[in-house]
């Protein structure tokens, strides 16, 4: 089981770029499948982006269609750390964003299907 803590969040305008970071503790973060999810004040949570193994066991990335192009999602297991690189910003992407693991290699979209969870950071983005 690993444990996530999410960082990086902030306000910024729209056009900028933020950087999260997700650190997980525990030896077996390599083993894990992850995701960045994000929720918006009324809204459900919603899918950004995974990155998992394919069938040659490399990682493979996948992306919600309205961050494709501007989001980039990254692991360095050196550092037991997943990253969420936020290019372009919209007012649209504010919203609390949160990390996820999962030990199934999918892909998934969906949030049942990842059973760990960080607390969230807040990100706004002003127009």
């Known amino acids: 089981q690993v444990q996530l803590v999410e960082s990086g969040g902030g306000l910024v305008q729209a056009g900028d770029s933020l950087r999260l970071s997700c650190a997980a503790s525990?030896?077996?973060?390599?083993?894990?499948?992850m995701g960045w999810f994000r929720q918006a004040p009324g809204k459900e949570r919603e899918f950004v982006a995974g990155?998992?193994?394919?069938?040659?066991?490399?990682?493979?990335?996948y992306y919600a269609d309205s961050v494709k192009g501007r989001f980039t999602i990254s692991r360095d297991n050196a550092k037991n750390t997943v990253y969420l690189q936020m290019n372009s910003l919209k007012p649209e992407d504010t919203a609390v964003y949160y990390c996820?693991?999962?030990?199934?290699?999918?892909?998934?979209?969906?949030?049942?299907?990842?059973?760990?969870w960080g607390q969230g950071t807040q990100v706004t983005v002003s127009s």
């Open positions: 525990g030896r077996t973060f390599s083993y894990y499948a």
């Open positions: 990155i998992t193994w394919n069938s040659a066991y490399k990682y493979v990335t």
């Open positions: 996820a693991a999962t030990p199934n290699y999918g892909p998934s979209r969906s949030p049942a299907n990842f059973g760990t």
